[in-house]
Structure formats: C-alpha cells, structure tokens
C-alpha cells in the first residue's frame, strides 16, 4: 500500500496527515514565522530635515528565512510518503508546492494542491481521507 500524506498549512501551523489502513496519524507542526509590523522612521531635530526610513528588505529577508526553514520542517516530516496532497486557506500552500518543485531530494507525486477555508482537525482529516478515496476511484 502507498503511503498516502495530506497537508493542510497556513503561516502559522501545519497538519501533516498520514493515513494507515485504519487510521490517521496527525502531526502538528508550529511555523515560527513572526508577524512584522513596520513602525515608520523618525524626523530629524532640524525643521524640514530628512526622514530617516525603516528598511523593509531586512524584515522580508528574515520572513523569507523563516517560511524557508518551516517548508524545509514540513518536507522533512513527510519525506517517505509516496502520495502527497497540499490544501489550505493562505498562499503558504503556493510556497511549500513551490518548495516541492525546486528540491532535487524530495521525490513524492504530489496529486493535487487546493484551496480549502480553516477547519478543524477532524475535518482536515476528513477532507484529506475523502480526497484519497476520490483519487483510488479513479483510478
């Protein structure tokens, strides 16, 4: 039997769900990507001086850093799956598929990418169970 994985993520935590013949084994994964909010610069003491700026390449290099490490976490944790299915609410889905694409490690078939609203996680697992039987009927 293939060992069928679903993922359900947003940026702030991840359900991986593996299926067994019987059951589901859940694992839930925390992202670690913070949540910047840029305050503006400050005025100099001079009247009509310059404005110093606050630079917003640092914050989005260091968000890049953190989602690249939470896709590596994710795709470490479902490295021996053979059927992979990626849903969610965000575009943190986008990013991970992405992240799929560009490894030359990683080597599961990925069967769908979706958009799907938040849930809890029984219906995460029932949604990812009722995909894999759609996906076995077919075939």
Known sequence: MKKQTGIWLDSREAFVVQLNKNDAVVLHIESDIENFNVVGGCRSKTLWGPQE???????????????????????DAVKDADE?????????????T???????????????????????????????KA?????????
């Not at 700026?53 to 795709?75: A, C, D, I, P, T």
């Not at 992405?98 to 995460?124: R, Y």
Request: proline share 3%.
């Open 53 to 75: 700026s606050v630079s917003e390449s640092k914050y989005l290099g260091r968000r890049q850093h953190q989602e690249k490490n939470y896709f590596e976490s994710l795709m």
């Open 98 to 128: 992405k992240a799929i694409e560009a490894s030359t490690t990683f080597h599961p078939n990925l069967l769908g990418v979706e958009t799907i609203d938040s849930m809890s996680q029984n219906q995460i697992v029932a949604h990812i």
């Open 84 to 96: 992979l299915y990626v849903c969610g609410p965000a575009e943190a889905k986008i990013g991970l």
């Open 131 to 139: 995909f894999f039987n759609a996906v076995g009927n077919e075939n």
